[in-house]
């Protein structure tokens, strides 16, 4: 799986948007992104995932560059609620041997 | 109804104990996994069960035994435990084995003294 890089920690304003950044320069072409987050104390929660089309949900939106080599994590309007580790993770889908990889991820907090 | 549920939330527990943790999921899942989250918070796979069948295990210690009976419960026992054990486990599952949309319970908390 490709090796992904992320800032360890990162400040958003209550309302703001928060824009997470991933650095994935060895991704393949059959290898997802992913984004997870983790709030103190609770189990991971999955946000998002896309190849190569920019993807948005009801908690997020993912901006992958035409390259593939980067991406961004977009949560539009930050709440206190959403201060947790940001997980940003590539995987073959489909691959025989399944293993979602954890790296170290980047601490959010938002504040007031 | 919580999703993914794991028993005891807190364990603590002398060196040399026996101990289970017990998981169960009400989606419906097929894979279900055990991951350890050590105190610099990394967070990495054990075990991964798919239809009650082992598909990973991650160079996990022969003490630790997970234990499937039905695809809704996958539980992990711990025999002769050691201070290095403790940490937080989590329970997860996914739709089908390579799903990469799991679903974590809210973790078990082992301390061993």
């Known amino acids: 799986d490709a090796k992904t890089t992320q800032p360890p920690s990162m400040d958003c304003a209550e309302g703001r948007a928060a824009n997470l950044p991933c650095n994935h320069s060895?991704?393949?072409?059959?290898?997802?992104v992913y984004w997870y987050r983790q709030i103190h104390s609770q189990g991971p929660q999955y946000i998002i995932h896309g190849l190569k089309n920019n993807e948005t949900n009801e908690m997020a939106s993912l901006i992958i560059t035409e390259d593939r080599k980067s991406s961004t994590l977009i949560l539009p309007h930050a709440t206190l609620r959403d201060t947790a580790v940001y997980y940003c993770i590539v995987r073959v889908v489909g691959a025989g041997s399944y293993q979602l990889t954890f790296g170290k991820g980047t601490k959010l907090s938002v504040i007031p | 109804d919580t999703a993914v549920s794991q028993t005891p939330k807190y364990l603590v527990t002398q060196m040399g104990n026996d101990k289970s943790i017990k998981c169960e999921q009400n989606l419906g899942h097929d894979t279900m996994y055990w991951y350890k989250q050590d105190s610099k918070k990394f967070l990495k796979i054990m075990f991964s069960?798919?239809?009650?069948?082992?598909?990973i295990n991650e160079t996990v210690p022969n003490r630790f035994s997970p234990k499937s009976p039905d695809k809704a419960h996958l539980n992990l026992h711990i025999n002769s435990l050691e201070l290095g054990d403790s940490a937080v486990y989590f329970c997860?599952?996914?739709?089908?084995?390579?799903?990469?949309?799991?679903?974590f319970g809210s973790g078990t908390q082992l301390s061993v003294l």
């Open positions: 060895t991704i393949s072409g059959n290898e997802y």
């Open positions: 069960y798919n239809n009650k069948e082992l598909i």
């Open positions: 997860a599952s996914s739709q089908a084995q390579n799903n990469e949309k799991l679903f």
